[in-house]
């Protein structure tokens, strides 16, 4: 005769908080990979960018205003331009539009941003759950 005994713990918690707090760290890890592609991608000119190239700054505002933030109840990343230090031309250049009675081309540079750091995202979050 054989008998077995076995004791089953439910650490389902512990788990979902782990991968919660994984994914937010992997989530400003992802935000500040873009910010920096993005802030990277604008350069420095009194001309004008070419229409389809990220836009120019003269003065260096644009690339400073790029910021990002984690939202950890929802679980994302915003990232783009401060709308409380370049106003609306960043959405201006990024889709192309009116600004200020100008009509500006579109000259992308965040969309451009997350595409060169897409094939990186997988890398971010593998193994971010460690066993102990």
């Avoid at 106003?87 to 500006?104: F, L, M």
Wanted: aromatic fraction near 6%; glycine fraction near 8%; include cysteine.
């Amino acid at each position: 005769m054989l008998f077995v005994s076995c004791k089953i713990e439910d650490r389902s918690r512990q788990v979902l908080a782990a991968s919660k707090q994984a994914s937010i760290q992997n989530l400003s890890h992802a935000g500040a990979a873009i910010r920096l592609t993005a802030r990277r991608s604008i350069r420095r000119s009194k001309r004008y960018a070419a229409e389809g190239k990220p836009p120019h700054t003269r003065r260096g505002q644009l690339k400073s205003a790029i910021a990002y933030s984690v939202e950890r109840q929802q679980e994302l990343v915003v990232i783009g331009p401060e709308s409380t230090k370049v106003g609306p031309s960043g959405s201006a250049h990024e889709h192309g539009g009116k600004y200020k009675r100008q009509r500006y081309a579109k000259r992308p540079f965040m969309g451009p941003a997350l595409t060169r750091i897409q094939p990186r995202l997988p890398k971010i979050w593998a193994g971010s759950i460690k066993t102990r």
